[in-house]
């Protein structure tokens, strides 16, 4: 089995392979303090959540936006699954092109992204990840990265707002009922939700305006919120909440150099 790590600023997100077939994950808190044993103790208790050994697992990838978790999770890895992790970054040497100003800058996982989507959907999309950033990753049917967008993330921005007012009460991101609001809290999550809904379907309408080849691309939604703003935005034609995971499995298999990634 393989085991892929997903490290986003906020949220790091675990899938277990089996082959093909995402057998079990997890969406952990991203917490930069933690050690190699502690990292170690907590993939251990994963593993026996759903009553696999860790023997069974014989490959880890890591595709990480947060370098100083990345050395303790790959350590983790080693001592306590006997895995040498495989790292998937902007220097790994996968079939894809990065055809923007500064390559080595690309967050992991939207060269993941990009792996994933041209392989999975073989035509030009857009990516959405939903994380702590709303990225869009501009991807050609062949693979080719040509760049995108970065806006802030549903949950930073309700954060932001919350932290920097006085009398706004810190919210759950749940769909509100309705757009006018009540109740404080309704307005908060009308205002955040509604707002980032709109935000990206008019990002995606600009993208499309100016996507520089002839077939209009397929948006394809992931990361943690994208299935709390499927319901809102107009935009999405596939939501595939675990699409980052698909692509480090894929990563994963071209780089060990197996056939079918």
């Known amino acids: 089995m393989l085991i892929v790590f997903d490290v986003g600023n906020s949220e790091t997100t675990v899938g277990l392979y089996d082959r093909e077939h995402l057998a079990a994950h997890w969406r952990l808190t991203t917490e930069a303090g933690r050690t190699a044993d502690e990292y170690g103790l907590l993939l251990l208790g994963l593993l026996q959540s759903v009553g696999i050994a860790p023997s069974a697992v014989s490959g880890a990838a890591i595709g990480s936006v947060v370098p100083p978790i990345t050395g303790p999770l790959g350590e983790a890895c080693r001592r306590y699954l006997d895995a040498v992790p495989v790292l998937v970054d902007a220097r790994a040497p996968l079939p894809i092109t990065v055809a ?106 600009r993208i499309k305006a100016e996507w520089p080849r002839d077939e209009e691309p397929l948006v394809v939604a992931t990361g943690g919120l994208a299935e709390v703003l499927h319901p809102f935005c107009t935009t999405f034609d596939i939501v595939a909440p675990y699409l980052t995971l698909d692509g480090l499995r894929m990563a994963f298999a071209l780089l060990r150099g197996e056939r079918r990634p």
């Open 100 to 205: 923007v100003d500064e390559p080595l800058t690309v967050g992991a996982d939207r060269l993941i992204n990009t792996l994933a989507a041209s392989r999975l959907y073989a035509r030009d999309t857009i990516c959405v990840d939903l994380g702590t950033a709303t990225t869009f990753d501009c991807i050609t049917a062949d693979g080719v990265f040509l760049g995108g967008v970065i806006m802030p993330g549903v949950r930073t921005s309700a954060e932001t707002l919350t932290r920097r007012t006085s009398k706004l009460p810190a919210t759950e991101i749940v769909p509100p009922l309705r757009v006018i609001g009540t109740r404080t809290e309704e307005c908060i999550r009308a205002g955040v939700l509604f707002g980032a809904a709109d935000g990206i379907d008019g990002i995606v309408r």
